[in-house]
């Protein structure tokens, strides 16, 4: 269900970087949300970082919709950049199983693994 890899960068180098290859792959940034930074924002303890990337390929999603558009429900996706026990880790919840859930139909399958391979690209990319 989860793709993750540990980077050797640091966090911020990581959120850099990440955000570099999601462009130059195509897809668009639609938000950046700063889990950790939220937190303490509001006295809350969290000691780790996370930051997660909303993005979109409008082409793949114009896709996917044109089959099913109750799958907009699942969109758009996101990777997140994270900490945990010191260590800079890259994520994503894999498209398939996700999509899998939510419709039977063959083409649906077939472009969530589309979907992955170019996340897991980006995600490879970035590490």
Same mark, same amino acid.
């Given at each position: ?5 540990? !980077?050797?960068? #640091?966090?911020?180098?990581? !959120? ?11 897809? #668009? ?22 930051? #997660?990337?909303?993005?979109? !390929? ?21 990777? !997140? ?47």
């Amino acid at each position: 269900m989860f793709y993750i890899v540990e !980077s050797d960068k #640091s966090f911020y180098e990581a !959120s850099v970087d990440l955000e570099e290859v999601i462009l130059r792959l195509g897809f #668009s940034v639609l938000q950046i949300h700063d889990s950790g930074d939220s937190l303490r924002s509001r006295g809350l303890d969290c000691d780790e970082e996370a930051k #997660s990337f909303v993005i979109d !390929s409008a082409r793949l999603t114009e896709r996917l919709l044109a089959l099913d558009m109750r799958l907009s429900l699942a969109l758009p996706w996101r990777i !997140s950049v994270f900490t945990e026990e010191g260590a800079t880790k890259i994520g994503l919840l894999r498209p398939p199983p996700a999509l899998a859930v939510l419709s039977a139909h063959a083409a649906v399958a077939r472009l969530a693994y589309e979907f992955e391979e170019k996340l897991v690209q980006i995600v490879d990319e970035a590490r």
